[in-house]
């Protein structure tokens, strides 16, 4: 009896502590607004947020565990595109909104009724739109904190609009810059295989050709942390990464185990963990905190204002982490075998920075001889080189920053139609045909779009 009396008070607590959930999703959509409807199986606290490139809605559902699968609407001719969800942490669910533009939005909670559970309510509507078009005036409109914006870059000015002026010079654009740490050196040879292969020694070469690969793409640049055999402290190579103001962060490694068997690749990101202990860090110590690579220092605002510049800084930056890492991943699948089939995450200091897409690529177990072997052979060194490249150019192509010289394009995937993708990029049918020089609207999967 009292082992089932336990066993009772412990399913109970188990259920109590996933309070929530969602039981579906309803829609409705107008000219002027688009409604979201979430039905709740119990009240939940939540926290959303806009990002862009490419704009999306993320929505954190505290205390909430998804136990079934979600029956989402059809979304057909609204500006949603997509409504994504996963267990972002083991008691909160992340809801991502992919929109085809940027909007602006307004959320609330409503408390049961006779004909409802507990509801969050998600209005969306033009920017332009007032606050009265868009909600009932016991709607709180949510928007970021008030920070000055920057001015708007000036068009680029082409020659045919030069004509009065021949002086007058187009705006350069800028490469991206790819910092390539290899990992360990100086007094730190990292770990040392059965036939006295040093860590130091294969990530440096293999670093060398990735950034090699790197300045013979258009509109990319390579920074590495160490060129030669150099000992550099975790936090300096994240200093310099941010020094120079480095689109994407890349950690080489070779893993070891005590278990020779040990095989396989694998790509990190940080983990929830890792970036909480980071921004408490920054907080604490905001008086020396470096200014943001999007020049917003942390220094001068109050620690509300610091602590969600921050979050909004980290998410933004995890999410195309996780976005690069799963390309990185898929290119070193072709190479050979993995450690794990999925991205994994760590709290290692190299993936700290909260404004820099980081990853640390395990290129291979140098513990395990048939790796060591393959690690010493040139030929495999580059390899992995093409495989993380790969993976770099496929992210910047889907995701060029403004400024950059990178054109933007469109790796067409299962589901995709022409109409489909020009409404993403909010580009004409007519144009993204004539762009790509298509008489039909056939795509296969793998074709790559130049987006107007």
């Keep these: ?144 904190p008030a920070i000055k914006p920057k001015p708007a870059p000036a068009p680029e000015i082409t020659t045919a609009a030069v004509k009065v002026n021949k002086t007058i010079k187009s705006i350069p654009r800028r490469d991206l810059v790819i ?122 605002k109050d620690h509300l204002l610091a602590s969600v510049l921050l979050d909004l800084s980290q998410d933004a930056s995890l999410q195309a982490s996780i976005e690069v890492a799963e390309t990185v991943l898929s290119g070193l699948k072709r190479v050979g075998h993995t450690h794990k089939k999925q991205v994994e995450s760590a709290a290692f200091v190299v993936l700290k920075s909260p404004d820099i897409p980081s990853i640390l690529v395990e290129t291979a177990f140098i513990s395990n001889p048939a790796e060591e072997r393959k690690l010493r052979s040139e030929g495999h060194q580059n390899k992995l080189a093409l495989a993380m490249m790969s993976g770099i150019r496929n992210y910047f192509q889907r995701n060029p920053p403004l400024g950059t010289q990178i054109p933007q394009q469109h790796i067409v995937s299962r589901g995709d139609t022409l109409s489909t993708i020009a409404q993403r990029y909010q580009v004409s049918l007519t144009r993204l045909k004539s762009n790509n020089g298509l008489t039909h609207n056939r795509l296969n999967i793998g074709d790559i779009l130049l987006i107007p």
């Design 1 to 144: 009896m009292y082992r089932l009396l336990l066993s009772l008070f412990v399913l109970t607590c188990s259920v109590s502590a996933w309070a929530s959930a969602i039981d579906s999703v309803r829609l409705s959509h107008s000219d002027q607004k688009t409604r979201l409807v979430f039905d709740l199986t119990d009240k939940a606290a939540y926290k959303a947020f806009m990002l862009d490139k490419p704009d999306r809605l993320v929505i954190d559902l505290n205390n909430t565990k998804q136990w079934k699968n979600i029956k989402l609407p059809p979304l057909s001719g609204t500006p949603i595109q997509n409504i994504r969800y996963a267990q972002r942490q083991q008691d909160t669910l992340r809801v991502v909104l992919d929109l085809a533009k940027p909007l602006q939005y307004i959320s609330q909670t409503l408390p049961p009724s006779t004909r409802h559970s507990h509801r969050l309510v998600i209005d969306l509507a033009e920017p332009k739109t007032t606050q009265a078009q868009v909600a009932d005036t016991t709607t709180q409109v949510v928007s970021p």
């Design 179 to 300: 910092a390539i740490d290899a990992g360990h050196g100086g007094k730190d040879a990292g770990a040392i295989g059965q036939q006295g292969t040093k860590e130091k020694d294969i990530v440096l070469a293999i670093a060398r050709k990735l950034a090699n690969l790197v300045n013979k793409e258009a509109g990319m640049r390579a920074y590495l942390t160490r060129n030669n055999d150099t000992f550099i402290s975790l936090r300096q190579r994240i200093n310099l990464a941010r020094s120079q103001k480095a689109d994407m962060f890349i950690s080489i490694h070779a893993d070891a185990f005590h278990k020779r068997e040990a095989r396989g690749a694998s790509v990190f990101v940080l983990s929830e963990r890792g970036a909480s202990s980071e921004a408490a860090q920054m907080l604490a110590d905001k008086e020396n905190a470096a200014d943001l690579v999007g020049g917003i220092s942390l220094e001068d």
